[in-house]
């Protein structure tokens, strides 16, 4: 069998010319106000404290200087990044309006934010209406699936807060999505987590599996997989398609159909947002603060940290490091081999291999399909 021949060169091709490039900006690096198990960042960046004034300043200026695309996005991430306060962020609003209006080429700036919702109140919910900001509330599903893992530091519940702010950010008009991890406590309740976050107003969900092979917390690859099939009938069976979206059916679909799925773990090639931590030092992905990936200071010229280097060297292994069995794969189209974070399984004479490949097979063929099927009801609209 040949591998795939439909990969999208054109993005591999993409990664050596001055593409359009969006930042992670981690303005308290990995604080946070709660102690998720599971969290991947708590231990990266949390000794560096707030962002300066200064730092913030000069990653927008970097951002917006060096970027052509009419809408240009900064993504703020932590830890909980809402830590910094409601004056560093009026701030960064200020920054970028000065750059944007200083270049006049009449680019937008957007603003996504990531956020465990306990520190919501009517004013940053009133301030991130004002400023278009799209919310990401990290919410697992219902209370005791939530509250299993996502506890403060002392050990309490962080479920009734977090419905708190999801009413306030409702009240405000705020546009937001979900995020709900899958872990062990979502086992086998795909469809109880799915019709929850609908109840609750959610019309964009992301699931994120929980990697943690030698932790209670952790989601074994057909689990996750399951997860999935259930939450796609569940989906399928109540007709959501169009009102309701599920990013990796989304995904899914776009790269059946050829097109840019628009999330790097499945894409072919990777390293479009870059993160700034809060020391102002610039990495090439947050799942990857590490020296071997680290692309310099927020002060060094665009050229060393976009263009040239290491950023594009980390996009273009992700598709370069494949193992012969994902290149071969009849999901590649869909998959890509997943998140390089999450090639952890070795593999005799050749790299490793995704963690979750198992579960990504089975809801691939799963809904195979009726992603068939979708795309022709699209093709002949
Ligand atoms: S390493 Fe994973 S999370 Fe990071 S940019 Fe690549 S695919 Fe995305
Ligand atoms: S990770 Fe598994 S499902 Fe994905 S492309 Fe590789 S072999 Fe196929």
């Not at 960042?41 to 060096?66: D, F, R, T, W």
């Not at 990044?81 to 960064?92: D, I, N, S, T, V």
Request: proline letters at 4%; glycine letters at 8%.
């Amino acid at each position: 069998m040949e591998p795939s021949k439909t990969i999208h060169y054109t993005q591999i091709d993409r990664l050596s010319s001055r593409r359009p490039f969006s930042l992670m900006v981690k303005p308290v690096g990995g604080l946070c106000n709660l102690d998720c198990k599971y969290c991947y960042y708590s231990c990266v960046g949390s000794s560096h404290g707030k962002m300066s004034l200064e730092i913030l300043e000069e990653a927008i200026s970097k951002l917006i200087q060096n970027n052509d695309s009419q809408e240009i996005s900064i993504l703020w991430h932590g830890g909980e990044p809402m830590l910094a306060g409601l004056a560093f962020f009026e701030k960064a609003m200020e920054f970028e309006e000065f750059f944007t209006n200083r270049k006049g080429t009449g680019q937008k700036v957007s603003n996504s934010i990531q956020t465990n919702g306990t520190l919501i109140d009517d004013n940053w919910a009133s301030f991130f209406r004002q400023n278009g900001f799209f919310v990401g509330l990290s919410l697992d599903g219902p209370k005791e699936i939530h509250d299993k893992f996502r506890q403060d530091k002392k050990g309490f519940h962080s479920f009734d807060k977090v419905l708190r702010g999801l009413e306030i950010l409702k009240n405000e008009r705020v546009e937001f999505n979900t995020l709900s991890t899958v872990n062990s406590a979502s086992v086998g309740n795909g469809p109880v987590v799915y019709d929850f976050l609908k109840e609750m107003g959610s019309k964009y969900m992301q699931f994120l599996p929980v990697v943690a092979p030698n932790d209670p917390w952790g989601i074994n690859a057909n689990d996750y997989g399951r997860f999935m099939i259930e939450v796609f009938d569940e989906w399928w069976k109540n007709q959501d398609a169009g009102n309701y979206y599920v990013q990796l059916i989304d995904i899914a679909l776009a790269n059946y159909m050829g097109q840019e799925s628009g999330l790097c773990q499945f894409s072919p090639v990777c390293g479009d947002v870059p993160v700034v931590e809060s020391d102002g030092m610039v990495y090439a992905c947050d799942h990857f603060v590490n020296r071997q990936n680290f692309l310099g200071s927020i002060y060094d010229s665009a050229d060393s940290l976009f263009y040239s280097g290491r950023l594009p060297v980390f996009g273009i292994d992700k598709f370069s490091r494949l193992p012969k069995r994902c290149k071969f794969c009849n999901h590649l189209n869909l998959c890509y081999g997943g998140c390089p974070e999450h090639r952890i399984v070795p593999l005799e004479n050749d790299f490793e291999i995704n963690f979750l490949c198992e579960g990504y097979r089975d809801f691939f063929d799963y809904i195979k399909p009726y992603l068939k099927q979708m795309s022709n009801h699209i093709n002949n609209l």
